[in-house]
C-alpha cells in the first residue's frame, strides 16, 4: 500500500539542517602534540541543545530548524539579483524526481506568489539557523558570479553579532535584513544535498518533521558562538571521535544524526568528501521514513531496503512489534538496512543492501558485547 498518509494525531513540518564539516587546524604550535588530527581528515560542528527544549532535549545535533515563510519570500529576489535569480539562482540543473512514500497529508498552506523555489527557500532556512543557533554565518559577497567548485569559508560575523542574533530570532525576516545590511547573499551554493528523513513515530510524540539533510564543506572550522537559549555548548568532532563519545555516554545522538555521522567515516578526507558532493550532484536524494520495530529486548529503525520495511502507510501512526528477541531477528534475515538500538547509548548499524543513486551508506557498525 503506497498512498498518501492517512489522517493521524502527528503534525508534521518542514525543516533543514546543515551537517558542518571543515578542514582541521592547529591554533598554535603548542597545541599539535594536544589535538593530534582526525583520522578521517575533517571534523563536524555537533550543538548539544538545552534539556528545556521539547524535541531532542540534551541531544548533540546539527545546525538546524523549522522552516519560515521568511526563508521563501520574494523579497529575496532582490538580494541574490543581478548574477542569480529564478529558476535554479546558479544551483546547477536540476536533480531528478525520486518517488517518495509517505505522500505526506498537505497542511494547507499556500504559497506566496513569486515564493522561492523548495531547495533554495530550505538551504536559507538551513544557513538562517546556524546563524541563529552557532552565531555563523553561511554567506558571500553578493557581487560573486556562480560559485567555484572550492571549499567555502564562513563570512566574518558583524561586531553587532548578538544585536542581529536577536533579530532574527525575534522574525525571521531579519534575516534578509542582516544580508542586505553586509552586502551578502546566503551562500546557498555551498550547501549540497545530502539526505532526507522524516521523523518516525513514537508513542506520545505529536512534533513530527520532514527535514532537508544539506552538507557543507568549509576549508577551516569558523568560531562557534552558542546561543545559550536553545543551545548550550557545541564541539567539532570527527565522525570516529562523535562515535566514541556516544558510546562513552559524553553525548547522546539521536538514531538519524548517528548514521549520518557513521555514513560520513567513508571518508579519508575533507577533499574527497567535497569531490562526492560535487560528483553526486546530479543523483538528489531519497527521503527516508524509518519504521520501528519493538523487540522483546529492544527496538530497531527499519529503512527503505531492509527486507523487513513495509511500504504501508498504516505503520507510520503505529510500530511494529514481535515477541522475539533481537538476537532472533537478526539471525533470521539476511537483506538489512536497520539500526538496531540496543538502549540509550549502544546502536548497532546493520547494511547489506546496495545503496541507490551513487550514494553512500554506512559500514556494519557493531558494538562490542562489553557494551551491550
Not at 131 to 143: I, K, Q, S, T
Not at 254 to 263: G, K, S, V
Request: net charge neutral; proline share 10%; with cysteine.
Amino acid at each position: 500500500m503506497t498512498g498518501p498518509l492517512r489522517s493521524g494525531p502527528s503534525s508534521w513540518r518542514r525543516a533543514a539542517t546543515v551537517v558542518l564539516a571543515a578542514g582541521w587546524t592547529h591554533p598554535d604550535p603548542a597545541a599539535r602534540s594536544l589535538t593530534p588530527p582526525p583520522a578521517e581528515g575533517f571534523r563536524l560542528l555537533l550543538l548539544q541543545r538545552s534539556t528545556r527544549q521539547g524535541f531532542l532535549p540534551g541531544a548533540h545535533v546539527f545546525p538546524g530548524g523549522i522552516l519560515d515563510r521568511a526563508d521563501s519570500s520574494p523579497d529575496w529576489l532582490r538580494v541574490f539579483a543581478p548574477h542569480h535569480g529564478p529558476p535554479r539562482f546558479s544551483l546547477g540543473p536540476s536533480p531528478p524526481p525520486r518517488r517518495a512514500f509517505p505522500v505526506l497529508p498537505s497542511e494547507g498552506t499556500h504559497a506566496m506568489e513569486g515564493a522561492l523555489p523548495d531547495d533554495v527557500a530550505c538551504r536559507i532556512c538551513a544557513i538562517r539557523e546556524t546563524f541563529e543557533e552557532a552565531g555563523v554565518l553561511l554567506l558571500r559577497p553578493r557581487g560573486s558570479l556562480a560559485a567555484e567548485p572550492e571549499l567555502a569559508r564562513a563570512f566574518p560575523p558583524p561586531p553587532d553579532l548578538a544585536d542581529w542574533r536577536a533579530r532574527v530570532r525575534r522574525d525571521p525576516q531579519h534575516f534578509l535584513r542582516l544580508c542586505a545590511h553586509l552586502d551578502c547573499t546566503p551562500d546557498i551554493w555551498a550547501l549540497h544535498d545530502w539526505s532526507s528523513w522524516l521523523t518516525p513515530f513514537l508513542r506520545g510524540g505529536r512534533r513530527r518533521f520532514d527535514t532537508a539533510f544539506f552538507l557543507c564543506c568549509l576549508s577551516e572550522p569558523p568560531p562557534v558562538y552558542p546561543d545559550l537559549e536553545e543551545v548550550v555548548n557545541s564541539q567539532w568532532s570527527s565522525p570516529s571521535e562523535a562515535t566514541a563519545s556516544f558510546i562513552s555516554k559524553a553525548i547522546w545522538l539521536a538514531p538519524p544524526q548517528f548514521y549520518e555521522i557513521r555514513r560520513l567515516g567513508n571518508f579519508a578526507s575533507l577533499s574527497d568528501l567535497h569531490k562526492f558532493c560535487l560528483a553526486h550532484a546530479l543523483e538528489g536524494v531519497e527521503r527516508w521514513m524509518p519504521i520501528t520495530l519493538l523487540t522483546a529486548d529492544g527496538q530497531m529503525q527499519l529503512l527503505p531496503g531492509d527486507e523487513l520495511y513495509l511500504e504501508d502507510s498504516d505503520f507510520l501512526e503505529n510500530l511494529l512489534s514481535t515477541e522475539k528477541k533481537t538476537d532472533e531477528i537478526m539471525k533470521e534475515g539476511k537483506k538489512f538496512h536497520r539500526i538496531v538500538i540496543h538502549s540509550t547509548h549502544v546502536y548497532s548499524i546493520h547494511v547489506t543492501v546496495q545503496s541507490k543513486y551513487k550514494h553512500v551508506y554506512p559500514k556494519n557498525y557493531v558494538v562490542s558485547k562489553s557494551h551491550l
